[in-house]
């Protein structure tokens, strides 16, 4: 019963993501946050990772990051799939937001993952970064050495050949 019960609360979830980035309002926005938030705290992988994808969405109508999204992005005994989810929609919010401390927390995480050893890892925090940096929001000259750095490390030259990388999928 509890697999069926999660079918259908994947199929909620995986229906809510895509109404939500195609519309511009909102009605029942707590009904909305029920279902992420209920999928988010599920034992299943796949689940969780798409109530973080929904809360993200759901989020870009709050004038606040959620909180809960900050809290699964760095937390560290989190799948990477799901922290990258959250990593990706708080990039989202910051950059349509434009909160200086949101923005601020953000990039010093992705400063870290950076230097991560995963090759994936700093796909991910590359391209954050970039979206950041094209935002006009990285005002961190570390963040932007350490991007060339990255650019220019063989690890990563390799990583390329052997076609590793998966931008946004992996953390």
């Excluded at 992420?36 to 606040?64: K, P, T, W, Y």
């Excluded at 760095?74 to 989810?85: N, P």
């Excluded at 990706?88 to 909160?99: C, E, Q």
């Excluded at 870290?112 to 929001?137: D, F, I, M, P, Y």
């Amino acid at each position: 019963l509890q697999q069926n019960d999660e079918q259908v609360q994947l199929r909620i979830v995986s229906i809510m993501t895509p109404v939500l980035e195609s519309t511009s309002i909102i009605l029942h926005e707590e009904h909305f946050m029920n279902h992420a938030i209920s999928a988010l705290m599920s034992q299943n992988d796949i689940l969780r990772e798409a109530g973080v994808a929904c809360l993200g969405r759901l989020a870009l109508f709050s004038h606040e990051c959620n909180p809960t999204l900050l809290e699964v992005m760095t937390k560290e005994d989190e799948m990477v799939d799901i922290r990258a989810q959250a990593v990706l929609a708080v990039t989202d919010w910051t950059m349509t937001h434009n909160d200086e401390g949101t923005s601020q927390e953000l990039q010093s995480h992705v400063s870290r993952l950076l230097v991560h050893e995963n090759t994936s890892v700093n796909a991910l925090a590359a391209e954050v970064s970039t979206k950041l940096l094209l935002g006009g929001q990285v005002k961190n000259p570390e963040m932007i050495a350490s991007l060339l750095c990255l650019y220019f490390d063989k690890k990563f030259e390799d990583a390329k050949d052997k076609n590793d990388i998966e931008v946004g999928s992996v953390y």
